[in-house]
Nanobody
Framework: QQVLVESGGGSVQTGGSLRLSCGAS????????LAWFRQAPGKEREGVAL????????NYADSVKGRFTISRDDTRNMVYLQMDGLKPEDTAVYYC?????????????????WGRGTQVTVSS
C-alpha cells in the first residue's frame, strides 16, 4: 500500500519560516516525481512546487519562487518544502503528491498518490 504522510505544518507570523516534510512508503521512491500542492479555504487546489526523479528538475509556482525550496532525500524516502518569507496568502492545507516517472508540470491530474495534508497558517 502506497502511503504519503505530511508533517511540519503549524502557525507562524508573516515573514516566518516552516519546513514541511513528507514521508513515503510502498513506493520505489527514487523512481517518482514528487510535488507539493495547497488548498486555501474556498479555493481550488494549486501546485506549489515539484521535483523530478534524481532532483534533475524543480518547478515552482510564480507565487512562491524565491521563497520556497523543494528538496528530496531518496535515502530516507522523504521530500521537503522549505518555506521562508511566509505571507498570509500562503495559508492553506499543504499536500504531498507522487507520480511514477518524470513529471514537469504542476498539474493536479498528473499525480496519482496523495497525502492527507498538513495545515499551514500565516498570521499578519
Amino acid at each position: 500500500q502506497q502511503v504519503l504522510v505530511e508533517s511540519g505544518g503549524g502557525s507562524v507570523q508573516t515573514g516566518g519560516s516552516l519546513r514541511l516534510s513528507c514521508g513515503a512508503s510502498g513506493l520505489t521512491f527514487n523512481r517518482y516525481s514528487l510535488a507539493w500542492f495547497r488548498q486555501a479555504p474556498g479555493k481550488e487546489r494549486e501546485g506549489v512546487a515539484l521535483i523530478t526523479t534524481h532532483a534533475m528538475t524543480t518547478n515552482y509556482a510564480d507565487s512562491v519562487k524565491g521563497r520556497f525550496t523543494i528538496s528530496r532525500d531518496d535515502t530516507r524516502n522523504m521530500v521537503y518544502l522549505q518555506m521562508d518569507g511566509l505571507k498570509p496568502e500562503d495559508t492553506a492545507v499543504y499536500y504531498c503528491a507522487a507520480k511514477g516517472g518524470v513529471v514537469i508540470r504542476l498539474q493536479e491530474h498528473q499525480f496519482n498518490y496523495w497525502g492527507r495534508g498538513t495545515q499551514v497558517t500565516v498570521s499578519s
